[in-house]
């Protein structure tokens, strides 16, 4: 079986973004692979973040891994980055052979240095050496991402490849998988829905604030009264509704939008409805595995043991390769 490695920042709660674009597409894929997850909380310091707040945002989305239908932590390992020190040395190694030009391309890094300005730190820039590290730690050769990752996994095959060039062939080379529900929109209809833009509903959101959050949402610009018709291939909600509700529902919420037949307000109730009942499961698990914090960290713990070995046999290879 091939490594399938999934990694996520515990930078806020998990969103409906991070529902759509990867964790439910990795339910579907893990049977099919040698699966590791892993929350990354080395790379959600590259931005400002409350100390205090960290740990209790590790184990919530812990709980939103296990809650989501993932197999059973004992068949893939579900794990905290920080607690295996393997994925920082061999980050460091990646620094040494790899360009600081290739490093300055990434879309991302232009993306956040903006969106930080005043913290553009270094880890910030390197943050995909790390992540590359994460993926071949573990030989890993399948990454499941959404379409704003794409640009990262290329570059970490750029770093297996060179590695290889330099030190002899060791690293595969990762590939990504980009599934449908790769790019959802924030409430604002504007970015990408994102933990940390405050444009998102968490997958735990509880069903009265996910019915506030969508009334506000941005639907098409163009449609200012219910009399106007509007076009639903600008419209978020629609977007949303092709991930939540049925065809037949997708077409009464399509043709009634750009016949002015129905109104948002209408559009917005059904796509409320579909949204909390499809969460409602996850929500109510997650919500028991946040009142086992014990249980929690028993998992995380298991998971690093497990990573650990693993991690450690790489690193003799690659200590052996480039002798040290
Ligand atoms: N809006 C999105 N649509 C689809 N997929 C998304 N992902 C994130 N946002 C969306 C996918 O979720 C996985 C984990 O993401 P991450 O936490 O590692 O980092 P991120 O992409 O930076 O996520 P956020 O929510 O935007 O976090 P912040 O606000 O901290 O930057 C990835 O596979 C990602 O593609």
Partial sequence: ??????????????????????????????????????????????????????????????????????????????????????????????????????????????????????????????????????????????????EDQVQHIELARIVARKFNNRFGEFFAEPKEIVTKGSRILGLDGKAKMSKSLGNHIEITEDPDSIRTKLKGAVTDPKRMRRSDPGDPSVCNMFTLHKHFSTPEQQEWAASGCRAAGIGCFDCKKVLADNMIEQLAPIREKALDWIARPKDLDDVLDQGAKACRARAQKTMDGVRALTGL
């Avoid at 740990?55 to 905290?80: D, K, Q, T, Y």
């Avoid at 903006?114 to 994460?134: E, S, V």
Wanted: proline letters at 6%; hydrophobic letters at 45%; one cysteine or more.
């Fill in 1 to 146: 079986m091939k490594t399938m490695f999934s990694g996520m920042q515990p930078t806020g709660a998990p969103h409906v973004g991070n529902w759509l674009g990867a964790l439910k597409n990795w339910v579907g894929l893990a049977k099919d692979y040698d699966s590791i997850f892993c929350i990354v909380d080395l790379h959600a310091m590259t931005v400002e973040y409350e100390p205090a707040l960290l740990r209790e945002r590790i184990r919530n989305l812990a709980a939103v891994f296990l809650a989501s239908g993932l197999p059973a932590p004992e068949h893939c390992p579900l794990f905290v980055q920080s607690h295996v020190q393997e994925h920082t040395q061999l980050a460091w190694i990646f620094n040494t052979v790899t360009p600081m030009g290739e490093l300055g391309r990434m879309t991302q890094f232009k993306d956040k240095a903006a969106q930080h300005a005043k913290n553009i730190n270094t880890g910030l820039f390197t943050y995909p050496l790390l992540q590359a590290a994460d993926i071949l730690l573990y030989k890993g050769e399948v990454v499941p991402v959404g």
